[in-house]
Nanobody, 129 residues
Framework: QVQVVESGGGLVQAGGSLRLSCSVSGLEFDDYAMGWFRQAPGKEREGVSCVSWSGKDTYYADSVKGRFTISKDSAKNTLYLQMNSLKPEDTAMYYC??????????????????????WGQGTRVTISS
């Protein structure tokens, strides 16, 4: 049984940092592309950052480039999202997702969240101004 569990969300002031973690079990972590998505109230789910199965290709939404960093730790079967210089507009529920398709760009997964197979329940991030 595949489990995807996010953690690390919380309430921080603008300018602060958070590190989200996504622990994955029940699948071959190294064989899966992974991504972080977010959904703010009244808005559609959007791809924040994704990484290809090999880890060689990464993608960041324009709104987070230079502030967020995605990383994949195969030894721990964990995906991370380091978020710095947080802004109130980063407030959202953040979801981690996995997909088994190989040889697709990281940007593909972030632009096609419906293609992701496995999803976590999300972790809430709130940035106060």
């Amino acid at each position: 049984q595949v489990q995807v569990v996010e953690s690390g969300g919380g309430l921080v002031q603008a300018g602060g940092s958070l590190r989200l973690s996504c622990s994955v079990s029940g699948l071959e972590f190294d064989d899966y592309a992974m991504g972080w998505f977010r959904q703010a109230p009244g808005k559609e789910r959007e791809g924040v950052s994704c990484v290809s199965w090999s880890g060689k290709d990464t993608y960041y939404a324009d709104s987070v480039k230079g502030r967020f960093t995605i990383s994949k730790d195969s030894a721990k079967n964990t995906l991370y999202l380091q978020m710095n210089s947080l802004k109130p507009e980063d407030t959202a529920m953040y979801y981690c997702a996995a997909d088994s398709k190989k040889y697709y760009s990281a940007g593909y997964f972030c632009s096609e969240p419906r293609s992701m197979i496995y999803w976590g329940q999300g972790t809430r991030v709130t940035i106060s101004s």
